[in-house]
């Protein structure tokens, strides 16, 4: 079993900026691909962004592309997502999902059902 905690959410005005984390435990960190996910009121959980196993590939919803930043930490069990130039629809709660390392294409890891594990989400809320 892996336990996700999500921190860092909150209220912030548009342009701002927030650092999400997601800290790991119960499985090595380094077998464990992450993503970030949200979920807006009323829509599905979407994928946002992804890092590989070591760091070396990350991916992104086209969205968030060149405002968010993912990227771990497997020495603190730890995955971030920076997020900056905050927009009102970026507006959701905020997951973190592990999977386990294999089939890492940019198709995979942005696919909800292959990840096993989910943190209990953090608000984040972006005023206009």
């Known amino acids: 079993q892996v336990q996700l905690v999500e921190s860092g959410g909150g209220l912030v005005q548009s342009g701002g900026s927030l650092r999400l984390s997601c800290a790991a435990s119960?499985?090595?960190?380094?077998?464990?691909?992450m993503g970030w996910f949200r979920q807006a009121p009323g829509k599905a959980r979407e994928f946002v962004a992804a890092?590989?196993?070591?760091?070396?590939?990350?991916y992104y919803a086209d969205s968030v592309k060149g405002r968010f930043t993912i990227s771990r930490d497997n020495a603190k069990n730890t995955v971030y997502l920076q997020m900056s130039s905050l927009k009102p629809e970026d507006t959701a709660v905020y997951y973190c999902?592990?999977?386990?390392?294999?089939?890492?294409?940019?198709?995979?890891?942005?696919?909800?059902?292959?990840?096993?594990?989910w943190g209990q989400g953090t608000q984040v809320t972006v005023s206009s």
């Open positions: 119960g499985r090595p960190f380094s077998n464990l691909n």
């Open positions: 890092v590989s196993w070591n760091g070396d590939s990350t």
């Open positions: 999902g592990a999977r386990l390392v294999g089939g890492s294409t940019a198709q995979a890891m942005a696919a909800i059902a292959l990840y096993r594990y």
